[in-house]
């Protein structure tokens, strides 16, 4: 009698199933990893658009601005739309530094528009701390984040709860 090699129709049934279980489980928590990764390199991209914007503050000796943008020229839109930095906003050097595209419609920021400025010093030109809050949509649990920008110019971001 020869030994038949390979597997049986039970044995490759019984793989099957183990794989779909597997599968099942292991789906909806990458989702949610690939979210809280999009998620972080979003707020690091706004932690480091700010930074950028007081580094360039200090460098020219000119106030900086970081607004929300729609065409990319002038500020305009919300920060789904993009954003831009202008060097000396309004003055005779006023310069456009750098463009930022849309990150995409799935993401929600509040508040949806502004504007984020730094003096010559560094400082922010705002009296008071602000706040930008970053999610996706479908957040759940804690999977936002909140980028401040102090008034001395330190920029930092945080992970919080999802806004209600």
Known sequence: MRKQLGFTIMELMIAIVVLAILTTLAVPSFRTFVQNNRLAAQANEMVATFQLARSEALKRGYNV??????????????????????????????????????????????????????????????AAQQQFNVTLEGCSTDNARNVLIERTGRVASERVDCPT
């Open 65 to 126: 601005q970081v607004c929300s943008s729609n065409n990319g020229a002038t500020c305009g839109g919300g920060w789904k739309d993009g954003w831009i930095a202008i060097a000396d906003p309004g003055g005779a050097n006023e310069e456009l530094l750098r463009v930022w595209p849309t990150p995409g419609n799935d993401f929600e920021f509040s508040p949806t528009a502004g504007t984020v400025g730094f003096e010559a010093k560094g400082f922010s030109s705002s």
